[in-house]
T-cell receptor, first 114, second 114 residues
Framework: DAGITQSPRHKVTETGTPVTLRCHQTENHRYMYWYRQDPGHGLRLIHY???????DKGEVSDGYSVSRSKTEDFLLTLESATSSQTSVYFC?????????????FGPGTRLTVT | AQKVTQAQTEISVVEKEDVTLDCVYE???????LFWYKQPPSGELVFLIRRNSFDEQNEISGRYSWNFQKSTSSFNFTITASQVVDSAVYFCALIETSGSRLTFGEGTQLTVNP
């Protein structure tokens, strides 16, 4: 158990509204990631963080922003949600060091944009 | 660019049969890691194995075994004597040590029937 929680677990929102998803970890890991999972695409990296206030873009970052003001929290924001952002969002952590490349995933957030 | 291909979209077997899930990858890096994850119907992503590019030794863990062959860029996963609880989507993934992006295949849906 990597001690990762995501909130909310389910959300339905309307097009054009802002949405923030939260990822919380209890193990003080340096690296955190946001992915989205869509049929036919597997999981794709949105943004990642390699420390407090250190973030970078992933493969599908358009329309998303992130923030990490504390080690334990990594927030994903959809500034103005669109139907194409309906997806399951997974947060992941990496311990770093010898296990830098192993990523462990949270339970996921199912987001529906109507 | 890195790429992972899981050509088998769906596989259906009868309990106690052996089944092999194929994974073919592309990368320009000489140093990389390969992974398998399991996603049961409940939706979470479960880490199964990590293999680095310098270690071609096959690995066995209970009923699970993995065959890594650099010559064919393949990292195949075999379940021996399959059980109904093995029913899940299985993802193969790759990360290059020069980057931070975990690239997933599209997944193979395995259904084990009683």
């Amino acid at each position: 158990d990597a001690g990762i929680t995501q909130s909310p677990r389910h959300k339905v929102t309307e097009t054009g509204t802002p949405v923030t998803l939260r990822c919380h970890q209890t193990e003080n890991h340096r690296y955190m990631y946001w992915y989205r999972q869509d049929p036919g695409h597997g999981l794709r990296l949105i943004h990642y963080s390699y420390g407090v206030k250190d973030t970078d873009k992933g493969e599908v970052s358009d329309g998303y922003s992130v923030s990490r003001s504390k080690t334990e929290d990594f927030l994903l924001t959809l500034e103005s949600a669109t139907s194409s952002q309906t997806s399951v969002y997974f947060c992941a952590i990496s311990e770093g060091g010898a296990r830098l490349y192993e990523q462990y995933f949270g339970p996921g957030t199912r987001l529906t944009v109507t | 660019a890195q790429k992972v291909t899981q050509a088998q979209t769906e596989i259906s077997v009868v309990e106690k049969e052996d089944v092999t899930l194929d994974c073919v990858y592309e990368t320009r890096d000489t140093t990389y890691y390969l992974f398998w994850y399991k996603q049961p119907p409940s939706g979470e992503l479960v880490f199964l194995i990590r293999r680095n590019s310098f270690d071609e030794q096959n690995e066995i863990s209970g009923r699970y075994s993995w065959n890594f062959q650099k010559s064919t860029s393949s990292f195949n996963f075999t379940i021996t004597a399959s059980q109904v609880v093995d029913s899940a989507v299985y993802f193969c993934a790759l990360i290059e040590t020069s980057g931070s992006r975990l690239t997933f295949g599209e997944g193979t849906q395995l259904t084990v029937n009683p």
